[in-house]
């Protein structure tokens, strides 16, 4: 089946340690997001590449990169995580932009000691 | 500042009964508007969308109104099921943003037996 795949799936680190999270696709989508759920809180939009087109939200802190080496992963690099940053990380791919159907991986929770 | 809100976090129903999930929105510029349904360890899966030109789209136990001059949308289920039981989302996005999507904090629904 074609899907988003998430790895890891339960990420633990260390305050201020790097960390990165995963994401591939087999849907062979245009566009990959990266998305930011805090407990019992809205999914956040942090970043998402068109291609290899990279477009950061405005509000998306520093400490958070991302990289798309080819159209079927895409990776988000936590350069200092803090307490903060504890979360589920969603990536999600869609065909296209505009109103084109966004399909989630299962996600990963980052816990951060 | 939350554009878009779901303010009951919770609901429960009996099986057969109509479920009723609420979504109001600030943005008056949100033209397109979905909801996503998500169960335990997976990631969201779109269910249903409206243009913001309708009042209503209609997919077999699944209805979404919009009421524009209210800034309100709403999904009912009839007749509920127990594996309707998830956590649904509501969000929001605008042409004029590239549709980026603004998502809602989520309303668990647990649908008795």
């Known amino acids: 089946d074609a899907m988003v795949i998430q790895n890891p799936r339960y990420q633990v680190t260390q305050f201020g340690k790097p960390v990165t999270l995963s994401c591939s696709q087999t849907l062979n989508h245009n566009v990959m997001y990266w998305y930011q759920q805090k407990s019992s809180q809205a999914p956040k939009l942090l970043f998402h590449y068109y291609d290899k087109d990279f477009n950061n939200e405005a509000d998306t802190p520093d400490n958070f990169q991302s990289r798309r080496p080819n159209t079927s992963f895409c990776f988000l690099d936590i350069r200092s995580p803090g307490l903060g940053d504890a979360a589920m990380y969603l990536c999600a791919t869609s065909r296209d932009s505009g109103t084109a159907e966004q399909f989630f991986g299962p996600g990963t929770r980052l816990t951060v000691l | 500042d939350q554009q878009v809100k779901q303010n009951s976090p919770s609901l429960s129903v009996q099986e057969g009964r109509i479920s009723i999930l609420n979504c109001d929105y600030t943005?008056?510029?949100?033209?397109?508007f979905l909801w996503y349904k998500k169960y335990p360890a997976e990631g969201p899966t779109f269910l249903i969308s409206i243009s913001s030109i309708k009042d209503k789209n209609e997919d077999g136990r699944f209805t979404v109104f919009l009421n524009k001059s209210a800034k309100h949308l709403s999904l009912h289920i009839v007749p509920s099921q127990p594996g309707d039981s998830a956590v649904y989302f509501c969000?929001?996005?605008?042409?004029?943003?590239?549709?980026?999507?603004?998502f809602g904090s989520g309303t668990r629904l647990l649908v008795r037996p």
């Open positions: 969000a929001a996005s605008a042409m004029d943003s590239s549709y980026k999507l603004i």
């Open positions: 943005n008056s510029m949100f033209d397109y």
